[in-house]
């Protein structure tokens, strides 16, 4: 079952207590409706011995008993950032359609454990501009540092939310992450720190074309969602959801209008040669400097990672 489907499924529920099954042919006994407030509800019907499981904000949780059965039941209470709910329920039924055994409830309460970050909504709205540098740094995390450093490390090293001036470090190595729009030929170097160091480094620079919301391409919520449900531990989990916090995401429709076709990702061998402005080459009294790399003249630099 897709999005659009529970979207469907759950406006086609007329009262409140009225919940409607996913689908009879599921393992699970899962449910969709509005519970007694009229707050879009996913419903879990099952033979289980409840354990504390904290809500939030934006997602009530509920355990009652039945003369029959208990009933776990996840709330949505806000009428914003329904694609979030719709979201987390096309999570929650499609990893347990394969179901086997009689511990459904535990198997739902681990994926909501990783999911449960997204709903503390937060206040501040990334601009464009914030939210492509956070998608190259995202698709790095991912693609690179994942595979190469493992899952732990690989978050551990990411410090691109952080005051401090790489993106990310592993051991003797860094690299410092840019993101730009296919228009452009440069990308800008915000201070001289973010190159500046006696060891070498990379410069991974992801370039993005800007689709509209029709086309099937990569989202800030997309790359955030993948990448929390990949962390196993809930000791990772945490982090991410802290780094996030620190850059100043939380989950917004909006971010869906921001999407990208990804056209290329280049990386380029910062050493000794490569040209850069560094901290030892300012006057006396300078203190801050801000640059713009041509891309196009640092060709030979370009290596694989």
Same mark, same amino acid.
């Not at 681990?110 to 999911?115: D, G, M, V």
């Not at 790095?140 to 470090?169: C, I, M, Q």
């Not at 919301?213 to 990448?227: A, H, M, Q, R, Y």
């Not at 990804?262 to 009294?285: E, N, T």
């Given at each position: 079952?897709?999005?659009?489907?529970?979207?469907?499924?759950?406006?086609?529920?007329?009262?409140?207590?009225?919940?409607?099954?996913?689908?009879?042919?599921?393992? $699970?006994?899962?449910?969709?409706?509005?519970?007694?407030?009229?707050?879009?509800?996913?419903?879990?019907?099952?033979?289980?011995?409840?354990?504390?499981?904290?809500?939030?904000?934006?997602?009530?949780?509920?355990?009652?008993?039945?003369?029959?059965?208990?009933?776990?039941?996840?709330?949505?209470?806000?009428?914003?950032?329904?694609?979030?709910?719709?979201?987390?329920?096309?999570?929650?039924?499609?990893?347990?359609?394969?179901?086997?055994?009689?511990?459904?409830?535990?198997?739902?309460?681990?994926?909501?454990?990783?999911?449960?970050?997204?709903?503390?909504?937060?206040?501040?709205?990334?601009?464009?501009?914030?939210?492509?540098?956070?998608?190259?740094?995202?698709?790095?995390?991912?693609?690179?540092?994942?595979?190469?450093?493992?899952?732990?490390?690989?978050?551990?090293?990411? /410090?691109?939310?952080?005051?401090?001036?790489?993106?990310?470090?592993?051991?003797?190595?860094?690299?410092?992450?840019?993101?730009?729009?296919?228009?452009?030929?440069?990308?800008? #170097?915000? /201070?001289?720190?973010?190159?500046?160091?006696?060891?070498?480094?990379?410069?991974?620079?992801?370039?993005?074309?800007?689709?509209?919301?029709?086309?099937?391409? #990569?989202?800030?919520?997309?790359?955030?969602?993948?990448?929390?449900?990949?962390?196993?531990?809930?000791?990772?989990?945490?982090?991410?959801?802290?780094?996030?916090?620190?850059?100043?995401? /939380?989950?917004?429709?909006?971010?869906?209008?921001?999407?990208?076709? $990804?056209?290329?990702?280049?990386?380029?061998?910062? /050493?000794?040669?490569?040209?850069?402005?560094?901290?030892?080459?300012?006057?006396?009294?300078?203190?801050?400097?801000?640059?713009?790399?041509?891309?196009?003249?640092?060709?030979?630099?370009?290596?694989?990672?």
């Amino acid at each position: 079952m897709n999005r659009e489907e529970i979207k469907q499924k759950l406006g086609s529920v007329e009262n409140y207590s009225q919940y409607i099954r996913v689908n009879e042919q599921h393992p $699970l006994e899962l449910y969709l409706g509005k519970n007694e407030k009229g707050f879009c509800t996913l419903r879990f019907n099952g033979d289980f011995q409840p354990v504390k499981i904290l809500g939030s904000g934006l997602l009530e949780i509920k355990q009652v008993k039945t003369t029959k059965y208990y009933s776990l039941m996840f709330c949505y209470t806000s009428n914003e950032n329904l694609s979030l709910f719709f979201n987390f329920c096309e999570d929650i039924i499609t990893q347990t359609e394969n179901h086997q055994g009689n511990d459904g409830y535990q198997e739902i309460i681990n994926r909501y454990s990783q999911w449960k970050r997204m709903f503390y909504g937060g206040i501040k709205i990334l601009n464009e501009n914030e939210a492509i540098g956070l998608i190259g740094e995202l698709l790095f995390l991912g693609e690179y540092a994942f595979p190469h450093y493992g899952r732990t490390v690989g978050l551990n090293g990411w /410090s691109g939310p952080e005051p401090t001036h790489k993106d990310f470090s592993y051991e003797n190595s860094w690299f410092e992450i840019k993101s730009k729009n296919s228009s452009k030929d440069s990308v800008s #170097i915000s /201070s001289i720190e973010q190159l500046d160091s006696e060891a070498d480094g990379h410069l991974v620079v992801y370039t993005l074309e800007k689709m509209s919301p029709s086309f099937s391409g #990569i989202t800030l919520n997309k790359l955030v969602l993948d990448i929390s449900t990949r962390l196993e531990f809930d000791a990772d989990k945490d982090v991410f959801a802290s780094k996030l916090n620190q850059v100043g995401y /939380s989950y917004n429709e909006i971010y869906d209008n921001y999407m990208y076709n $990804l056209v290329s990702c280049d990386s380029f061998a910062v /050493s000794k040669s490569f040209p850069r402005i560094k901290q030892s080459m300012l006057p006396l009294g300078v203190t801050k400097v801000h640059y713009d790399l041509l891309l196009s003249m640092i060709e030979k630099y370009k290596e694989k990672i």
